[in-house]
């Protein structure tokens, strides 16, 4: 027991160290998705026009997926940038920027959703909550936001 133990211990250190940054937003996103994911399957008994379904589950577990990709893609960013910038030699390190504000936007849209679904349940909602999650998600989406040509809005500049 004390082996398997060590073994978890050593992996998730070592999935935390490579992670840096992303580690934490990763890991609430994972937890979100799942909590998500049980709330919405408690919800569906509570909505009239909708039914529990293997195709809509199905449908919802490669969304969470597809998240998790995103990431990804995030992270793919992040290293063609931090190429980018080592190929003229300068001496720059560049976390993983692109992909913790995809992960914390993620975070952050996962978390209403659990909200919402708790509100379907019939649970009593503080009134700040919902505003508060809003507040962030739209904090985040204005710090992030570059217009189609590639300069930061100028709200942001």
């Known amino acids: 027991m004390d082996k398997l133990k060590y073994l978890m211990i050593t992996t998730l250190s070592a999935l935390m160290n490579w992670l840096g940054i992303l580690a934490v937003p990763v890991f609430l996103m994972v937890g979100c ?3 998500d994911y049980a709330t919405g399957l408690c ?60 992960a914390v936007w993620l975070v952050v849209n996962e978390i ?5 679904n708790m509100i379907d349940i019939g649970v009593a909602m503080p009134p700040f909550l919902m505003p508060v999650v809003k507040y962030i998600k739209r904090h985040v989406e204005e710090t992030a936001e570059i217009t189609e040509d590639g300069r930061e809005d100028s709200i942001n500049g």
């Open 112 to 116: 209403i959703s659990i909200l919402e």
């Open 43 to 102: 919800a569906a008994k509570y909505r009239t026009k909708e039914a529990v379904s293997s195709y809509k589950s199905i449908r919802g577990i490669a969304k969470k997926v597809c998240m998790w990709l995103l990431v990804v893609v995030g992270a793919f960013v992040d290293i063609l940038i931090q190429y980018a910038v080592s190929c003229t030699n300068a001496d720059i390190d560049i976390p993983f920027i692109v992909a913790t504000t995809v």
């Open 33 to 35: 998705n799942l909590i």
